[in-house]
């Protein structure tokens, strides 16, 4: 059973950085990436990251804020946050999928989950 465990998160002020980290239980997938939802919204897109990582993609909102980054060696991803924001706030979700494929960023595409990690960012 595939299993993907998040860990990092937390509660930052505005400017501040976090660094969520996702290990797989079993093996690399075609796609990798984060999602997040903020209460009241739908899951979105924040980056997704393809095997061996010659392949990123970003969400507008965090393009030069966020860097997302794999180790094939750990089968593990990360997602550094830098200068957060308010708006930033949400559960943070890994996410794979066997083929890399089409659209990174819509979560109907997503084959499998991790537990989510809460951000809260403060001002």
């Known amino acids: 059973q595939v299993q993907l465990v998040e860990s990092g998160g937390g509660s930052v002020q505005v400017g501040g950085s976090l660094r969520l980290s996702c290990a797989a239980s079993d093996r690399s997938y075609g796609l990798m990436a984060w999602f997040r939802q903020a209460p009241g919204k739908e899951r979105e897109g924040v980056a997704g990251i393809s095997t061996g990582g010659l392949l990123t993609h970003y969400a507008d909102s965090v393009k030069g804020r966020f860097t997302i980054s794999i180790d094939n060696h750990k089968r593990a991803w990360y997602l550094q946050m830098n200068n957060l924001k308010p708006e930033d706030t949400a559960t943070y979700y890994c996410?794979?999928?066997?083929?890399?494929?089409?659209?990174?960023?819509?979560?109907?595409?997503?084959?499998?989950w991790g537990q989510g990690a809460q951000v809260t960012v403060s001002s």
């Open positions: 996410a794979a999928r066997d083929r890399y494929g089409a659209s990174w960023s819509n979560p109907a595409d997503i084959d499998y």
